[in-house]
């Protein structure tokens, strides 16, 4: 879910951030950096900073210079932000070509991205009062021309009109210079006697009439300032220095989600609903349409009543082939929905094989596009059919793109409608959306991003498009941009199943609204089903960002992402100077930023540097077996290695990785880099022989064995991806890696080989899809795969994954009845029984919760996972003397189990043997030192062993972690009130308490004490 929209701009860098940013909602990563001339004379250059509610979420940088008799203006926009769990970076660049008088000659813009290639070039041509614009958007080029009925404005006229008005009004046109050229009628009305050195202006924008807008401009006619209320946007002049290393933090998926209170847990059964629609800026009448299964049939005011069905699938009555002549148009090739591609014709064709039922035909297709984007993320641009069908990557525009496109090419008419539609995760609300219309004898809509067996009525349409030529994308903005204005959703009535499901079928429901909870001050971890949490993954910590380092780690990664990697690396050295000797986790944490910026080198000096060989001993012998090569390339030629990652990870330019290593040989990482390159360029041989010689040179490096698998895996060779999976499996298991995240790719890699091997049985292929998704955290896929099948197959492996799943979001009656299902299927499911233990525990029945456990630990003595449950349930309930025999019996079957070691010294601190509990402690963080918990512990031990400085530093690790962690808070307070400096425990507390209420009963107590 999430449909992304077309960005916006305009020659006017005011309004260029704003329209651009009213859509970000929907958008990926365009790449495309502008080249500013150096031989031209410099008029203007200024920054800007860009925000949204408050938040910094980006740039514009606009330079005007002049050339010859012409000026230029260029602007360059960066936006960074988040949609959910994906950081996107939009860049986009423009130029403008004026006479020294203002008149318009020219206009670019360029972008590249995953999803799209686009270039538009427009040139006026004065004599014949028209423009003719030259584009090309995924190979598809077009010429065409529009004729100048407005006198039309660039921004050096613009900013001289501002300077030189004199009665307040400006009124003026300008143009957008994206994929497609839409005209802007601007009207600035200047608010008198408002104080300030700059003047101020409230702006009236044809394409949105509703919004209100607001400019400051200085006495040149210059613009300084300038607010929507779309979003909350504000953009601010700014100095260089301000925008660098702008983060992105700021999640924009959530502006464009409209909550409602009503909770349906199955959308699939719904068969007719009522909203109630307040709207407070606009007709609601002309926000959304009416069609065959979409009514607005009642008006009053501001509020409309919307009516929708459901659309049963029922077919047996229309033939196919048949008569498409009055469709025509539903069936083109355009520069999304591509009917004329090779790749697009063989899925059509094979789907249409033997078919005789145009509606059959259409579901068919629309579970095939579910099924065959297997990588459902919000991180992809609006990509076209062609590149959806090579990625297998996308949201709801590449399944609507993809699914058009086959039914075209299929013969079936076809176009996308955008809408909002309801879901429960992550929390109850409508979101924008994209499906699919296709016409089998009727217009038949399909989810392709929820294929359920009917169309579901919690569905709002509010646009539709053909999506046939550049302007399509544009076109449907401007039908979506009333629904940005304020809009209430109410569900009055969701009503009468569509289809009868299975009794004791568990809820579909999903939601992955998890909070993360603190247990009490009781030292052990009762959270007794699951393993020990890790707070953060190790790759994603943020560097120390304190006042005096600041400057050097914003410039290093402003410098990186910019391609500056030279002056990237000596702001990282600088960096390094000013960490304490003795800070052992910051050195770590430097150590992974730099070898996920591939500076290995320096990651080595670095790594040589930490004291500690107690704690962090096994992550560096680990981040070797991971990561580094045998034989380092120079330090002189690192900046090569460097650049060659940054245009591969960064830039998406595999050509030129080839080219710039073309002349290092020998040196294992480069080799490996070199074979990344050719895979991505589709050319297999050679990414195999660049993989074997890096393989032969650095025989113990788990990565390039792993990218040998992905290599084999792009290939189809399954079997010879399987055998050197194996060997990946037994190489690291020779070096007893415990890295979560090496385990995690490696799990992924088996499940999707798994898949592909055994495409003849789909119950199987689809029970390890499923696991795939498990890995990859995708548990709302999983969820629809594994309920499907337990729907139809009555096999226990089936229930008792679903039941995990179930678990894993909190749905513990759905999954009480998976595991239920799954014993009657089998009694000897072993995680079956843990599962259920770990239920009834959660639930407070400890003695059921012991029955099943001891009933896996009967059947299976040596299973280390039921032995752990039970050890904890009795740790929990006080019998620590079982619990303690019940640890060490796991010992003696993996002696390294991190988690048995950590509860080990937990029991010994609670013994006050705090010696040996403060080894064991350390050897269990060992495994992973990113562990808040154990960090904590550690700080605990030390307080009860009255060492207060020791226990400041543990716990300064864990704000290292998590910064807003309460219990760092509270335990400094602790150690302050120990020291009796109570006013600088009361600052600890009052930050504890706001992060976590609940522990000011425990302050308190505490003080009452002392």
């Known amino acids: 879910m999430g449909v992304k929209i077309p960005r916006w701009t305009d020659c006017h860098v005011g309004l260029s951030a704003l329209l651009a940013m009213t859509f970000v909602l929907f958008l990926s990563c365009i790449v495309n950096y502008a080249v500013f001339a150096e031989d031209s004379e410099i008029l203007h250059e200024q920054y800007y900073l860009l925000k949204s509610k408050g938040v910094d979420i980006g740039f514009i940088n606009e330079r005007q210079r002049k050339n010859n008799s012409n000026i230029i203006t260029e602007i360059h926009i960066e936006q960074r932000f988040k949609r959910e769990n994906d950081n996107i970076e939009i860049i986009q660049d423009q130029a403008f070509v004026e006479d020294e008088t203002g008149k318009p000659l020219e206009f670019s813009f360029e972008s590249k991205n995953p999803g799209e290639d686009v270039s538009v070039k427009g040139k006026f041509d004065w004599a014949n009062k028209e423009i003719v614009i030259n584009s090309n958007i995924n190979s598809v080029k077009d010429v065409k021309t529009i004729d100048i009925q407005e006198n039309i404005l660039f921004p050096y006229a613009i900013d001289k009109l501002y300077k030189e008005s004199k009665d307040g009004i400006i009124q003026y046109n300008t143009i957008e210079p994206g994929m497609s050229t839409v005209f802007l009628k601007i009207k600035a009305n200047e608010i008198k006697n408002e104080k300030g050195e700059h003047k101020k202006y409230k702006l009236d924008v044809n394409i949105f009439p509703n919004a209100e807008m607001y400019e400051w401009r200085d006495s040149n006619g210059r613009e300084m300032k300038s607010t929507s209320s779309i979003m909350d946007i504000e953009q601010v002049a700014a100095d260089e220095k301000d925008v660098l290393n702008i983060r992105s933090d700021y999640n924009v998926f959530p502006q464009s989600v409209i909550k409602v209170d009503r909770v349906i847990n199955s959308p699939e059964t719904v068969e007719q609903a009522i909203y109630k629609i307040t709207s407070y800026d606009v007709p609601v009448e002309t926000i959304f349409i009416s069609d065959e299964t979409q009514n607005v049939f009642q008006v009053q005011d501001n509020t409309a009543y919307i009516k929708v069905k459901a659309q049963k699938h029922y077919s047996n009555e229309f033939p196919y082939p048949f008569d498409t002549r009055e469709y025509e148009e539903y069936l083109k090739s355009g520069p999304y929905i591509i009917t004329d591609s090779p790749k697009v014709k063989e899925v059509a064709q094979k789907l249409s094989e033997g078919e005789t039922d145009a509606l059959k035909l259409a579901l068919k297709a629309e579970r095939w596009v579910y ?72 217009w038949e809509n399909l989810d392709p991003s929820f294929p359920y067996k009917n169309f579901t009525p919690l569905h709002l349409a509010i646009t539709e498009s053909s999506m046939n030529d550049i302007s399509a994308k544009t076109e449907m903005a401007l039908n979506i941009v009333p629904g940005f204005s304020q809009i209430d959703i109410e569900i009055l009535n969701a009503s009468s199943p569509v289809v009868t499901e299975m009794k004791n079928r568990p809820e579909v429901k999903i939601s992955l609204n998890q909070e993360k909870s603190y247990g009490d001050d009781n030292l052990i971890n009762v959270v007794i089903n699951r393993p020990s949490p890790v707070d953060s993954d190790i ?65 080595s000096e670095v790594l040589n540097e930490i004291k500690s060989e107690e704690i962090w001993g096994t992550m560096i012998y680990e981040l070797n077996r991971l990561y580094f090569p045998r034989n380092s390339v120079p330090d002189k030629l690192e900046n090569v290695q460097v650049t060659a990652f940054y245009l591969l990870t960064y830039k998406d330019q595999p050509e030129m990785v080839i080219e710039v290593t073309n002349n290092l040989r020998g040196y294992d990482y480069i080799h490996y880099l070199r074979a990344k390159a050719y895979k991505e360029l589709k050319k297999y041989q050679e990414a195999e022989n660049e993989i074997s010689i890096a393989m032969s040179i650095n025989q113990e490096n788990l990565t390039y064995r792993l990218e040998a698998v992905n290599i084999f895996s792009a290939e189809n060779k399954i079997r010879p991806a ?34 592909k091997e055994f495409r003849e049985d789909p119950v199987m292929s689809k029970y390890y899809e499923a696991q795939y998704y498990v890995i990859k955290g995708e548990l709302d896929i999983a969820s629809d795969i594994l309920s499907k099948l337990v729907y139809t197959n009555n096999e226990a492996y089936l229930s008792e994954l679903l039941g995990e799943v179930y678990y894993e979001v909190d749905q513990f009656e759905s999954a009480r009845k998976c595991y239920d299902k799954a014993l009657l299927l089998d009694q000897n499911r072993v995680k079956a029984l843990i599962g259920l233990g770990n239920i009834y525990f959660i639930s407070g029945n400890n003695k059921l919760a012991e029955n099943y456990y001891q009933q896996a630990v009967d059947k299976f003595p040596q299973n280390v996972d039921a032995l752990t449950s039970l050890a904890k349930l009795h740790g929990y309930l006080g019998n620590t003397k079982k619990s303690y025999e019940y640890f060490q019996k796991i010992l003696t079957l993996d002696k390294n189990n991190s988690d048995v070691i950590y509860n080990l010294g937990i029991i010994l601190a609670n013994k006050g043997k705090f010696e040996e509990a403060e080894k064991l402690l350390k050897k269990a963080l060992s495994s992973n030192p990113m562990q ?48 009796n400096r109570p006013a600088e425990a009361e600052k600890y507390f009052k930050k504890a308490v706001l992060l976590k209420p609940e522990l000011e009963e425990e302050i308190k107590g505490g003080n009452e004490k002392k």
């Open 932 to 979: 808040s918990l154990i960090w904590l512990d550690l700080a605990k031990v030390r307080i009860a062993k009255h060492d207060y400085l020791e226990s400041a530093k543990y716990l300064q690790n864990v704000k290292y972690i998590d910064e807003n962690n309460p219990y760092y808070y509270y335990f400094m307070g602790v150690i302050y009130n120990k020291n």
């Open 539 to 603: 790759h994603m910590i943020e560097l120390p960002n304190n006042e005096e380092t600041r400057d050097e780690v914003k410039a290093a990664f402003y410098n990186f992402t910019r391609g500056n990697t030279e002056d990237a690396l000596k702001d990282l050295k600088e960096f390094h100077k000013t960490i304490d000797n003795n800070d052992d986790f910051a050195k770590m944490k430097l150590a992974l930023k730099l070898i996920n910026m591939s500076y290995l080198n320096f990651a």
């Open 722 to 755: 399987q055998l050197t999976l194996n060997s990946v499996n037994l190489q690291a298991k020779k070096f007893n890696i415990k890295n979560k995240d090496f385990w995690k790719k490696f799990k992924s890699y088996d499940y999707w080989l798994k898949v």
């Open 371 to 442: 099924d065959n984007i297997t990588n459902k993320n919000l991180g992809v641009d609006f990509a076209n059919a062609v590149q959806v069908l090579e990625t297998g990557s996308g949201d709801c525009t590449e399944h609507s793109v993809l699914l058009a496109s086959i039914l075209r090419a299929a013969g079936i008419p076809a176009k996308v409608v955008v809408g909002l539609v309801y879901t429960n995760t992550p929390e109850n609300a409508f979101v924008y959306h994209m499906w699919v219309k296709a016409f089998v004898g009727r």
